[in-house]
């Protein structure tokens, strides 16, 4: 049975109301690694039991909830970019030998038209026991135009029986239109109590650093924990902190292949505790950095931050797509560079 996690409860029992008049297409949205995925297959696969308990989960029992648990439930979808399911194939040990396996470069990260044409047969039969179909589809901001155009044609006349549950990091890169077609769910950030204590009750050491590093999601934190690695978040907020242009393009050469959305988020962040440093002496997310971050504060124009912070906050739209990501990485570096010197 999927499970979801405690500071999801409230959220649970709130949809829970819902499912009198369950609408075709539900879009979950919030932070990045705060289990989103895992609560909408945990709803997903309550939607499909045969013998769902009073708290609205799954019985995890029946044969529906046997077919849910290995993966191929007749009236269940789940469409998601290539790269995830790779991803997901090799933490699961599966292609191994690396013959059907493609690599990392060449699995789309994108959500295709051609997975959501795929869904037609699937939604024109009949269903295995008479109840719903449920397609669950995420991120939802990694369909590309013509899967999302596939997608809307799909929620303006949804088949019966069918409920569409989609998740989405980045609502605002949705199409609007895509938008006006879901029952919007937020599925907010856990306090930083409540998932300082899950971490610690995971055994990750050093818990609060790697939450506040993460932004306060508790599953990236514990991904991030469980690798060890910071180097390359190291690489940059040394960068960061001692900005100069030589500097920059050194750092850039060797973070040219790291997500690039991961090094516009861990920038934000230290702009954000750049500022809050330099107008109230504070620091959220990089409490490791507290002295350099004093020190930059003292020295740099708040005028040159917020021109930084307004850069970074840009690059977010483009960053999934660079034309090349060696420059767009020197050009982000060498912006905040001029801003912060």
């Known amino acids: 049975m999927t499970a979801i996690h405690p500071w999801q409860q409230a959220a649970w029992e709130q949809l829970q109301h819902m499912r009198e008049r369950l609408p075709h297409a539900i879009l979950f949205y919030g932070a990045e690694g705060t289990g ?52 997901a194939a090799a933490a699961e040990g599966e292609d191994a030998d690396g013959d059907k396996k493609k690599s990392a470069k060449s699995a789309s990260k994108e959500i295709r038209i051609e997975q959501i044409r795929s869904l037609a047969d699937f939604m024109n039969i009949s269903t295995h026991r008479q109840g719903l179909r449920v397609v669950v589809l995420y991120p939802a901001e990694a369909l590309n135009m013509p899967a999302s155009n596939a997608l809307l044609k799909t929620l303006e006349e949804p088949p019966p029986g069918t409920v569409f549950l989609l998740s989405s990091n980045s609502i605002d890169r949705l199409l609007p239109t895509i938008l006006s077609r879901c029952r919007k769910f937020a599925l907010p950030m856990p306090a930083h109590d409540e998932a300082l204590a899950w971490l610690q009750a ?4 050093d818990a609060d650093s790697w939450l506040r590093e993460q932004g306060g999601a ?17 690489v940059l907020l ?20 790291a997500p690039l959305a991961s090094l516009v988020a861990w920038e934000q962040r230290w ?23 004093a020190a930059l504060a003292a020295s ?36 905040y560079t001029l801003c912060c010197t």
């Open 300 to 335: 740099v124009h708040t005028a040159g931050v917020l021109k930084a912070i307004k850069g970074v906050t840009e690059r977010r739209a483009v960053a999934d797509h660079p034309l090349s990501p060696k420059l767009f990485v020197e050009d982000m570096l060498l912006e």
């Open 36 to 87: 989103k995925t895992g609560f909408i297959e945990a709803f997903a696969q309550s939607l499909l039991c045969e013998n769902v308990r009073p708290d609205g989960h799954a019985c995890g029992e029946c044969a529906s909830c046997g077919w849910f648990a290995q993966q191929n439930h007749p009236d269940y979808r789940r469409v998601r970019p290539e790269a995830l399911e790779d991803e």
């Open 202 to 205: 995971q055994g990750v050491q």
């Open 238 to 257: 040394h960068l960061l902190a001692r900005p100069s242009a030589d500097a920059a393009l050194k750092a850039a050469e060797r973070l040219s292949k």
């Open 218 to 234: 508790p599953l990236l934190a514990l991904a991030q924990a469980e690798s060890g690695n910071r180097e390359e978040l190291d």
């Open 271 to 293: 702009l954000y505790d750049l500022l809050s440093c330099k107008l109230s002496g504070t620091v959220r997310y990089y409490p490791r950095y507290q002295r350099e971050l």
